[in-house]
């Protein structure tokens, strides 16, 4: 319940503090007196979009409070947890526009988000005006309000969650199967690709390895015949031959010369180890260079097949296996898809026929809610002095959705025998008010917590029908807070608490302020409301006629 609302600096309003009360709260006042910027400032703290230009003029920022009861199980209550905000029984909203638009909110003393400020709107707050009226008009927001009058949520939720569960298994099937068109369209060169890659069967490094062999072979060819020389060179018949030789020469002549030969002596026989090892190395040297010409084909042929595979594929030699390995994965893809495409088709029809009974449910229980939303305004209508009207909820099929397969529209007949249409087609101004009354007390009904706020819900009444519409009011004032702004004297006459809004000029700036009033006051507010600027005692007599008993 809607216990206060301090504003400051808001429009043409410096600072006002009303304290509202259970029951029926009405606001009256001539017109451009400033009660639609209650309103404005209302749906300013709540976080709802509205005009943009509310600071008062003169003023460095413009700042509204509400507060609210929030008894225990109240919706908010959850809404205030789930975004980590303190919950207590009173509820407090702190809202700041400055001038260059920027806004601030705070709840319960922490900052929050317009989001949040919205969020907990909808479990404290239900407009009903010029604008609201649009919401109930508008054909696209029927199904939902059926659904909400109905309590369907747990249905529409499983109908929302099976047509994702839908969607998610036609999007994976038109995955596979666009997968599938595109490696069919490349399986000839895959089959052909891995067939090439398989019978050629690179290994990694064996490029680098060809390569060395085959320099090697080629180099042997070509110094082959220069070693060999150097091999005889450094044999008996060459170096070898001739140093043995002057070692044995020099052995001989040793003893005669006293060791002057001991050193030399030494140095030959170090020459001939040294010697033996190159002659050695020469030998492995002739031995590694021998060649089958045949071989050396066979590698170059190799080598230059293992390099043209990897140009033709844009890759380095030694990834040839693993690209292979991915052509093959591919291939496996393509032998596996039907199989794939089977099971996701199961997969949709499953998920198909999950969703067409989670619709199926909702359609059904639509068209129940459907018939006790019609009995329940027929209920409503006639003490709205509209007895003979008829409100029908027709449901049509529509193209499947996440909301289910129905279409929802709210239509009327004035008059027994006349044709029935959408409401503001049908329905003149007064009887438009009243419909939309009738309906948003159906659509209300049961939710606690709630203040119903109505704006100018008499517009296009009077006399008796006025009276009917203030007599509905306040019945639904008993179950709940309701707020009207109004200019007729038959629902202001019904009023549990009656404020006016007056608008005075004082120094050349206009300025708006609400009066709360009296028994006396009332009946002078009221007679105003019966008989224009001028109160008469006759006009007085007839607003306390207008006032119930005490």
């Known amino acids: 319940m809607l216990r206060g609302l301090d504003i400051r600096d808001m429009l043409i309003i410096d600072r006002l503090e009303l304290g509202f009360q259970p029951g029926l709260n009405v606001l009256t006042g001539e017109t451009g007196a400033g009660k639609s910027i209650l309103l404005d400032s209302l749906g300013f703290v709540l976080g709802w979009r509205g005009r943009a230009d509310l600071v008062r003029s003169g003023a460095r920022q413009g700042e509204v409070t509400a507060w609210f009861d929030l008894p225990e199980g109240h919706r908010a209550r959850e809404v205030l947890a789930q975004a980590g905000l303190p919950v207590n029984d009173e509820l407090i909203l702190r809202r700041v526009n400055a001038l260059d638009g920027r806004k601030t909110a705070w709840v319960n003393d922490r900052r929050a988000s317009g989001e949040v400020l919205r969020a907990l709107s909808e479990t404290l707050v239900e407009l009903h005006g010029q604008q609201d009226d649009r919401g109930l008009l508008n054909q696209r927001r029927h199904r939902t309000l059926l659904d909400q009058f109905a309590r369907l949520d747990e249905l529409c939720e499983a109908a929302r969650s099976a047509w994702r569960v839908q969607r998610k298994a036609k999007k994976a099937l038109d995955t596979a199967e666009l997968a599938l068109a595109a490696m069919k369209s490349e399986e000839d060169y895959l089959r052909h690709a891995v067939a090439e890659l398989e019978a050629l069967a690179p290994e990694p490094g064996e490029e680098a390895e060809l390569d060395s062999r085959r320099r090697l072979m080629k180099a042997g060819a070509r110094i082959g015949e220069d070693i060999g020389k150097a091999q005889a060179a450094l044999g008996l018949q060459g170096a070898e031959g001739l140093i043995s030789d002057a070692a044995r020469w020099l052995e001989g002549a040793t ?222 004032a008993k179950e709940s807070q309701v707020l009207v702004v109004t200019h007729s004297p038959q629902v202001a006459a019904r009023g549990a608490h009656h404020w006016r809004v007056e608008k005075s000029v004082t120094n050349g700036q206009t300025l708006s302020r609400v009066v709360p009033l009296g028994a006396q006051e009332r009946i002078d507010e009221i007679a105003r409301m019966l008989s224009g600027d001028t109160v008469t005692d006759a006009a007085r007599a007839a607003a306390r006629v207008l006032l119930p008993a005490k």
């Open 255 to 476: 003893a005669d010369v006293e060791g002057r030969l001991d050193k030399p002596l030494e140095a030959i026989s170090r020459t001939l180890v040294e010697l033996s090892e190159a002659q050695q190395g020469v030998e492995e040297c002739l031995l590694a260079l021998a060649f089958d010409p045949n071989e050396l084909e066979r590698v170059e042929e190799r080598l230059f097949a293992i390099r043209a595979l990897a140009r033709k594929h844009d890759v380095l030699a030694d990834d040839l296996g693993e690209f292979a390995r991915g052509l093959r994965r591919k291939l496996a893809t393509l032998d596996q898809s039907e199989d794939q495409i089977e099971h996701l088709e199961s997969q949709l029809r499953k998920a198909r026929a999950s969703y067409d009974k989670a619709a199926g449910l909702l359609s059904t229980a639509r068209r129940k809610a459907a018939l006790r939303l019609d009995k329940a305004m027929a209920a409503e209508l006639a003490p709205l002095k509209m007895e003979r009207a008829v409100f029908k909820t027709e449901i049509s099929k529509c193209e499947a959705g996440p909301e289910g397969v129905d279409e929802v529209l709210f239509t009327v007949a004035t008059n027994p025998g006349a044709p029935s249409g959408p409401l503001n087609k049908i329905a003149s101004g007064g009887e438009l008010s009243r419909f939309l009354l009738a309906l948003k007390v159906c659509l209300t009904a049961g939710v606690s917590g709630l203040t119903l706020i109505f704006d100018e819900i008499d517009r296009g009444v009077g006399g008796a029908t006025a009276d009917a519409v203030g007599r509905r009011l306040a019945d639904l």
